[in-house]
């Protein structure tokens, strides 16, 4: 069986990591869209059908095997595409470095940023008679736990920058500055003070934004969300 790679790709999602390392692989691909329960905010069921965990992104290569979590799409298709792309390694030290991106953007990092932005969006959203009690807890956690411990991760990773050429490991391109994009994404968009003291980080994403495969990845998202979804 050959046939296209499909992204199948929930709007507003970490799919968005696919899509943009499929751009930066100059490979065929095409792009199925999901849309989130808007109350649930659980992905149509439909994905399920491609992969059990029913999640995004998940990516069936042109041979129908079916790929799912970013850092595995990230480490299956580099590596696949390793001599036509270089955003792989093929030294020991440079794969480690790339696997450790890989695998910390989504673990501790991630669970960070969720806890810091679930945290300051429950305050934003309790209603005022509990706000006061409420918002003293979170915020306690917030500036005990989750805040320091986001800190660490975007201090890491504004370091690793400036020891890597602008770049997240390896001193180039590779799918590791593909995975941390949205980490920053997340944080631009809904804590943005956060960021103010890395200037690392600050250049690097929009270093990475103004990416032509980056900028190519956006375009045919939307045209896949107006085709496919309005
Ligand atoms: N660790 C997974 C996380 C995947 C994930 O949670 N995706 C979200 C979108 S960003 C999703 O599919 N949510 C819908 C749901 O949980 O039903 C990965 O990196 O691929």
């Known amino acids: 069986m050959s046939q296209r790679i499909v992204v199948h790709h929930l709007e507003n999602s970490r799919g968005n990591r696919a899509v943009w390392l499929m751009e930066e692989l100059g490979v065929p691909y095409e792009i199925k869209m999901y849309q989130f329960d808007s109350f649930t905010f659980k992905a149509d069921p439909a994905l399920k059908k491609v992969h059990p965990a029913g999640k995004s992104p998940v990516v069936t290569d042109s041979d129908g095997t079916v790929v799912a979590e970013s850092g595995l799409v990230m480490e299956y298709f580099g590596e696949k595409y390793r001599k036509t792309a ?78 890597n ?23 631009h968009k809904f804590t943005p003070h956060y960021l103010k003291d890395y200037d690392n980080i600050i250049k690097w994403y929009e270093a990475m934004h103004a990416r032509p ?13 107006q085709t496919q979804l309005k």
């Not at 495969?213 to 969300?225: G, L």
């Open 213 to 225: 495969a980056f900028k190519a990845a956006h375009e045919k998202i939307s045209q896949a969300v």
């Open 165 to 187: 050429n602008g770049f997240c490991c390896n001193g180039r391109f590779t799918v590791a500055d593909v995975m941390y994009e949205t980490n920053i994404y997340l944080m």
């Open 86 to 163: 270089d955003l792989w390694a093929d030294d020991k030290k440079g794969l480690l470095a790339i696997k450790y991106g890989l695998y910390s953007a989504e673990a501790n990092f991630m669970t960070a940023v969720s806890m810091v932005i679930g945290n300051v969006r429950a305050r934003q959203s309790v209603p005022m008679g509990v706000s006061f009690v409420l918002g003293k807890l979170l915020g306690v956690i917030e500036s005990r736990w989750a805040g320091p411990e986001l800190h660490r991760w975007l201090s890491l990773l504004d370091q690793q920058i400036g020891e």
